[in-house]
């Protein structure tokens, strides 16, 4: 498992264009994190974790729908195997 960690929107929105949007769907609390969570599980399961601001949400909100992701409000907590 692999969790990776954008350091901007515009490096997020570089792997969002390389993911299938039909593998994962998208964790967010609108204010502070977004996650893109794999819906197909392996062993090599990669999570992206963007820490964000509120105004960067409403940015990134219509990109995220208009290329297919499923959007959930929640949280998303990681078990050690």
Do not use: Q
Not at 6 to 29: C, G, H, M, Q, W
Not at 37 to 47: A, N
Not at 48 to 72: A, C, M, N, T
Request: proline share 5%.
């Amino acid at each position: 498992m692999c969790i990776i960690t954008p350091f901007s929107i515009n490096d997020f929105l570089e792997l969002v264009e390389r993911l299938p949007s039909k593998a994962y769907i998208v964790v967010t609390d609108e204010m502070s994190y977004v996650w893109l969570v794999p819906t197909v599980t392996t062993r090599h399961r990669h999570y992206v974790k963007l820490e964000i601001r509120e105004d960067d949400w409403k940015k990134l909100k219509p990109i995220l729908e208009s290329k297919g992701f499923k959007i959930v409000r929640g949280n998303v907590s990681l078990l050690r195997e």
